[in-house]
């Protein structure tokens, strides 16, 4: 982030940065616990499963397939 402060300008620099950030929402979304935490809070049995299953980027079918 020190990088982008600096050059803020730089598309592929902002690029990188955005890339960067959206993996780690990606696998925070897609830890078993914060997708037990969004389906509790929102009252909603596995309404957590588009945002893990679609973001992530596991390429094995789930073990109940």
Do not use: E, H, K
Not at 3 to 25: H, I, N
Not at 46 to 65: K, Q, Y
């Amino acid at each position: 982030m020190p990088a982008l402060r600096a050059d803020w300008r730089d598309p592929l620099l902002r690029s990188v940065c955005a890339l960067l950030m959206l993996a780690g929402a990606v696998f925070t979304f897609a830890a078993p616990p914060t997708i037990a935490a969004v389906n509790r809070w929102t009252g909603v049995p596995n309404f957590s499963a588009p945002w893990s299953t679609a973001s992530s980027p596991r390429s094995a079918p789930p073990a109940w397939c």
